[in-house]
């Protein structure tokens, strides 16, 4: 097999070089072919993904945002299919498909792209309707879209990179608490939401390191998950957002929960729209579930 690992050294405290080498000589030991490219900048993940569809499998080292980015260059160009196998090998201070996969770690990954058995799972084209100054694009994600709050929650984390796995936890908690009854303005599939606090569009349980936020979300049942939270006391919200934790919030007052193939927000003329971690302008998005399109070793 000829592998492509594509690895974010900045990823994981810059942990990811060292997890991408233990996961290279052991591929190589085994017997297959191993070509290891770094990451040198944004979007660079994506370039190399694009030019390595040739590979059996490439391989994201890094967190969420590294396998975004990879999943934007593996995509075909109508992003309806995506080719080839992807192997995943968690070094990011989220990881949540990685979690969901259950790949806990370096070795979890290295056990799992030795055996060799492979799976397929959902992931969502986010199209982009065009906001001012900008064309319209599609965007793929495997992990969870968030609006709102999440803007912001996604901002601070940004600088909170002290905390390493903990900082989306840490700002989202940190963010929620501190606004108290601030509030965003969505339309989801026509339907205004004015006492929206945050929304969530996910495919994964998890997101960041271990919130619960879509417990009852499955990586291959064709759906995703919509969460919102509604504005309300200080108070309430603590206590909604100890729930996430535990998965244990989805039938608390102030929040609403569906599962759905596909739907279009609305988000404003300065709307900002968070695609599995990076933050992009939004004023109106068609989001689809595309069923099973990408192969993962898991």
């Known amino acids: 097999m000829r592998y492509l690992l594509i690895v974010n050294p900045k990823a994981g405290r810059h942990h990811a070089r060292a997890r991408g080498r233990l996961v290279a000589g052991g591929l190589t030991e085994a017997g297959h072919d191993c070509t290891v490219k770094e990451t040198r900048c944004p979007r660079h993940a994506t370039q ?24 934007g260059g593996l995509a075909r160009q109508d992003s309806s299919t995506l080719l080839p196998a992807l192997g995943i090998v968690p070094a990011g201070s989220g990881d949540s498909v990685a979690m ?11 056990q799992r792209l030795l055996a060799g058995e492979v799976r397929t799972i959902d992931v969502a084209r986010v199209d982009l309707e065009a906001a001012a100054g900008l064309k319209p694009r599609a965007l793929l994600a495997a992990n969870v879209l968030a609006w709102g709050a999440g803007a912001r929650i996604n901002r601070r984390a940004e600088g909170m990179r002290w905390a390493g796995a903990a900082r989306y936890n840490v700002a989202t908690v940190v963010e929620l608490v501190a606004m108290g009854r601030g509030a965003a303005v969505s339309i989801v599939d026509g339907v205004p939401r004015p006492s929206e606090l945050l929304g969530v569009a996910s495919l994964t349980r998890y997101s960041g390191r271990g919130l619960l936020l879509a417990p009852e979300a499955r990586l ?3 759906k995703i998950d919509l969460v919102h939270f509604e504005r309300s006391s200080r108070l309430h919200l603590a206590r909604t957002f100890g729930a996430v934790f535990r998965g244990a919030h989805l039938g608390l007052a102030g929040v609403d ?5 596909s739907f279009h927000l609305e988000l404003g003329e300065l709307g900002e729209l968070v695609v599995d971690g990076e933050l992009v302008p939004c004023n109106r998005a068609q989001v689809t579930v595309l069923p099973r399109a990408l192969t993962v070793l898991a």
């Open 48 to 71: 190399l993904a694009a030019e390595g569809r040739d590979f059996d499998v490439v391989v994201a080292v890094g967190g969420d945002g590294t396998l975004h980015e990879v999943l």
């Open 100 to 110: 969901d996969l259950g790949i806990l770690d370096e070795h979890h990954a290295l």
């Open 257 to 261: 929960w569906t599962q759905v193939e």
């Open 220 to 222: 291959d049942d064709g």
